[in-house]
């Protein structure tokens, strides 16, 4: 049961959703950037970038243990599972389906924390979050067997058509949701022995150091001088969203706040990826798309909503 302060925990909550509303602004904002950089080069800087933000981050806080073998392990699975492997997964998955697309199957984030809740912290499923994993399930069903909306093929960073795979986007996105799903179970352990600065910047390290062979390989053929200025100020700004204040913002949150409860807020994410997608770059909301979020969002709400004190 939660025993902060009422002021502390709304605190936490107002970052936990600012968090997952940043993510999802630049999921969706990453589709320009994923055109302009390879995937694996664009994850490389925006480690680096991030880097050179916060090494003072890196600094052990007065009255901090040491880290023991084991927050050293979770500290490495934290990075290679929500920060590596997701940046790789949802940078490939938006550059094949649409910032639409990703949003609904994101809204998910909350039934699959609710399922690895229940496998690795025993926390038990109600019948309203089975429910909302029903929904959660139909949307993304929905998402995968409805036809793509006719739209321009992208232009990828060589100038060449980008290949149009919304179904091995839409399954990328998916994988990054079972990535993010680690993240908000193994981040719940890291707090109790770290503070959210020192997470977010040993992660952070973690995930340049295993971009820098891919980074460094396609840096060597890459034409960086036809890159706009435009370019450059979102990828700053993406990396410090991504890899810095997202970060800080959840891992501040996370620590007043039990996993599962934390992971509803990622409904904050495919609504904002949504709105950034119809809003910002100019996509539309098919029908199919549509009923596909409708039944997300009903998923979200229903386990999301308060229960009843006995």
């Known amino acids: 049961m939660n025993t902060a302060a009422p002021a502390s925990r709304l605190l936490a909550y107002g970052c936990l959703a600012l968090s997952m509303s940043l993510v999802g602004g630049y999921v969706a904002l990453s589709k320009p950037l994923v055109a302009a950089f390879p995937v694996l080069l664009l994850a490389w800087l925006r480690f680096g970038i991030a880097a050179l933000a916060m090494p003072h981050w890196l600094r052990r806080a007065p009255g901090e243990p040491p880290m023991s073998g084991r927050t050293r392990g979770l500290v490495f699975l934290e990075s290679f599972l929500g920060n590596f492997l997701f940046s790789v997964c949802m940078l490939f998955g938006v550059s094949l389906t649409s910032a639409v697309s990703a949003g609904v199957i994101m809204a998910s984030i909350p039934a699959a924390v609710a399922v690895a809740s229940w496998l690795f912290l025993r926390e038990r499923i109600t019948v309203r979050i089975g429910l909302a994993i029903g929904c959660a399930a139909l949307g993304i069903g929905l998402l995968a067997l409805a036809p ?3 739209h321009a093929p992208a232009t990828g960073h060589n ?6 795979m919304p179904w091995l986007g839409n399954l990328l996105v998916f994988c990054a949701v079972l990535c993010e799903t680690a993240y908000a179970v193994i981040g719940k352990s890291l707090t109790g022995s770290l503070g959210p600065k020192r997470i977010s910047s040993l992660i952070n390290l973690w995930g340049f150091v295993l971009s820098m062979p891919f980074g460094i390989w396609f840096a060597l053929q890459f ?15 993406y990396a410090l969203a991504a890899s810095i204040w997202t970060v800080w913002l959840w891992m501040t949150g996370l620590r007043h706040v039990p996993a599962a409860q934390a992971g509803v807020f990622a409904v904050m994410l495919p609504v904002s990826a949504a709105l950034v997608g119809v809003l910002v770059l100019g996509e539309s909301l098919s029908a199919p798309q549509l009923l596909a979020f409708a039944l997300a969002l009903v998923g979200v709400v229903l386990a999301t909503w308060p229960a009843r004190r006995s």
Do not use: E, N, Q
């Not at 100038?159 to 149009?164: C, K, L, V």
């Not at 034409?223 to 700053?236: E, K």
């Open 148 to 150: 793509a909306p006719a």
């Open 159 to 164: 100038g060449a058509t980008a290949p149009s």
């Open 223 to 237: 034409d960086f001088s036809a890159v706009r200025f435009g370019t450059w100020a979102l990828l700053v700004v």
